[in-house]
């Protein structure tokens, strides 16, 4: 099948974003150097302090399979023009020219590869770094190809490529043609994914695009008219992309549960990101959202890798399928205790859009079996005392009478 990929691409499910550059040192974000705009030269001798632990892709994949993300997307080059890999000799602003000495895209794959995560490469196409980037944009787009090339020759087999930055330059010719055809030629089965920006979620574009994007926006169906599509909804931790030491925004994992749920019922990805401190570590809190959403995931049967949107819906729950089991997912439950203790909601009746009858019911969470109001209809009884997971997800069948 020609585009296997695709669909492998979608049962991943769920993917943790990386964001981890020179900026990582300073701590201010990804669009530091945009923001501030120090002076280039001040800013690159942040390459003397970029000093990454020997552990740092090793501990960063167990947290990415311990919060059940089945692919991380790496930022092996961001728009600052650092790269995380040996460029090869295009230029010497790289991770082995910097005080750490080594080729963190060799070292991230490796270990993606030693626990079964598939690795992802997000590549800037824009370049606050290359001067020909805005005196000679034909010499940079061949200096970009090369640098794709490099990526795609040198670590294996990889999951895909994700660009980001065209938009910086709508009406420029970005020569998509040999960008995408040099990872063709390398890596046919690699997912080929242009970010469209916050203000045209979910456009197409080139026809060698594998999948949409939809950056910190809700998910939505995808038109596979013209082919096989994928959708993928990026979304940030925090307030930023790259790591910032004073940005207590986080999101809770109540609210990212509902997101990744959200995401599913559309056919559509959520990837998650998080922004490593300077030495390659992810902040405690982070770290901390990602291993919630894991324990989530397990408890509940690990259902939604396979799942996809549903032909049918229901009142008060989502509804996906995974080609045997519907699945419905119940917002906002709340949890069973005393009222002197907490003060909750009622209970409600989820009814699914159907003449068929609801077999072999029961709550993922714990098993049990479900009671039907109607053969159409069932409650949503709250979590036990001691378990309040916010998302409750109901497995059954449909069967004609």
Excluded at 58 to 68: E, I, M, P, Q, S
Excluded at 386 to 399: E, H, N, P, Y
Aim: glycine share 8%; hydrophobic share 35%; with cysteine.
């Amino acid at each position: 099948m020609a585009y296997e990929y695709i669909e492998n691409f979608k049962r991943l499910g769920f993917g943790m974003f990386i964001h981890f550059g020179l900026y990582s040192v300073i701590g201010k974000g990804e669009w530091y150097y945009w923001q501030y705009k120090p002076d280039q030269k001040e800013y690159e001798k942040n390459i003397e302090k970029f000093r990454v632990t020997k552990n740092w892709a090793k501990n960063l994949v167990k947290t990415a399979k311990r919060a059940g993300c089945k692919y991380i997307t790496l930022t092996t080059r961001h728009h600052d023009g650092f790269s995380l890999y040996d460029t090869c000799g295009l230029n010497d602003f790289d991770a082995p020219h910097s005080a750490t000495g080594r080729d963190l895209v060799r070292e991230f794959v490796d270990e993606c590869n030693a626990e079964g995560i598939v690795p992802f490469f997000y590549h800037t196409l824009l370049d606050w770094h290359n001067t020909d980037y805005k005196t000679n944009f034909p010499k940079y787009i061949d200096y970009l190809v090369q640098s794709v090339e490099i990526l795609c020759r040198n670590y294996g087999k990889i999951g895909g490529f994700w660009f980001d930055g065209m938009w910086d330059k709508p009406n420029e010719n970005w020569q998509e043609d040999r960008i995408y055809g040099t990872i063709r030629k390398y890596q046919p089965e690699a997912m080929i994914i242009n970010n469209t920006g916050l203000n045209t979620l979910g456009q197409t574009g080139h026809i060698e695009i594998d999948s949409v994007t939809f950056e910190r926006g809700k998910p939505a169906f995808v038109d596979t008219s013209k082919k096989p599509i994928a959708g993928e909804v990026c979304d940030a931790l925090t307030d930023h992309w790259g790591y910032a030491k004073y940005d207590i925004c986080i999101k809770s994992p109540k609210d990212l549960v509902e997101t990744l749920v959200d995401c599913r019922k559309y056919g559509c990805n959520l990837l998650l990101n998080s922004g490593l401190k300077g030495n390659g570590e992810m902040s405690a809190g982070e770290r901390f959202a990602f291993e919630q959403i894991g324990m989530w995931i397990r408890l509940n049967k690990n259902f939604i890798y396979n799942v996809k949107s549903a032909n049918i819906f229901a009142d008060n729950a989502d509804v996906m399928f995974d080609g045997e089991y519907y699945y419905a997912a119940v917002k906002d439950v709340f949890m069973c205790a005393n009222c002197n203790v907490a003060k909750f909601g009622e209970n409600k009746i989820v009814t699914v859009k159907t003449d068929k009858r609801i077999v072999d019911a029961v709550w993922l969470d714990n098993g049990k079996r479900i009671d039907l109001k109607t053969k159409n209809s069932f409650e949503c009884l709250p979590f036990e005392y001691g378990k309040s997971l916010s998302v409750k997800i109901a497995r059954f069948k449909l069967k004609k009478d």
